[in-house]
């Protein structure tokens, strides 16, 4: 990030600052006097001072000290021939613990209370066919009725009893 955009963003956020407390003292100013006149004066007032106190903090110019880096020489071995060891081999993980229940797994007959669900279970999907009549039979079904007016005289007497 170079130096003006920088600056570009403590300039905002030195303004958002002084705007902030313009208009804290325009609401405390607005509820002792009832002249608005002065309430915008005493803002105008308290952001040119914020801002110029904002703007007079300077950073402190940063001497970061270095130390005298001197890298070291790297030592090789010479080496004609590299030997892999048992210990360079790769050993397969050991097969989890019993208690884990891992996505490999599969779950036993679940009992009628159970919680869990099984989803692509080929026994409880329905065929294309059951799915066909079930659409059919929610398509075919009738309107509900209309119950908005039962429920606006519902309310109606509900009025009338609260008062």
Do not use: N, Y
Not at 3 to 31: C, D, K, P, T, Y
Not at 90 to 107: H, K, M, T, Y
Not at 115 to 129: I, S, Y
Not at 157 to 162: F, G, N, Y
């Amino acid at each position: 990030m170079d130096a003006s955009h920088a600056q570009r963003i403590e300039g905002a956020a030195s303004l958002v600052a002084a705007a902030i407390l313009a208009a804290a003292v325009a609401f405390a100013v607005g509820r002792l006097t009832d002249s608005m006149v002065m309430a915008g004066c005493a803002a105008a007032a308290s952001l040119f001072v914020a801002l110029l106190a904002l703007q007079s903090i300077r950073p402190e110019e940063r001497e970061l000290p270095l130390a005298q880096f001197v890298p070291d020489e790297l030592a090789f071995e010479e080496v004609e021939e590299l030997i892999l060891t048992d210990a360079d081999q790769v050993v397969e993980e050991p097969a989890p613990a019993p208690d884990e229940l891992v996505l490999d797994d599969v779950l036993g007959k679940l009992g009628e209370d159970s919680r869990v669900v099984r989803l692509f279970d080929a026994a409880a999907m329905p065929t294309p066919g059951q799915l066909k009549a079930r659409i059919d039979r929610h398509l075919g079904q009738a309107q509900a009725p209309d119950a908005s007016a039962a429920l606006h005289d519902a309310l109606a007497e509900l009025r009338l009893s609260l008062k």
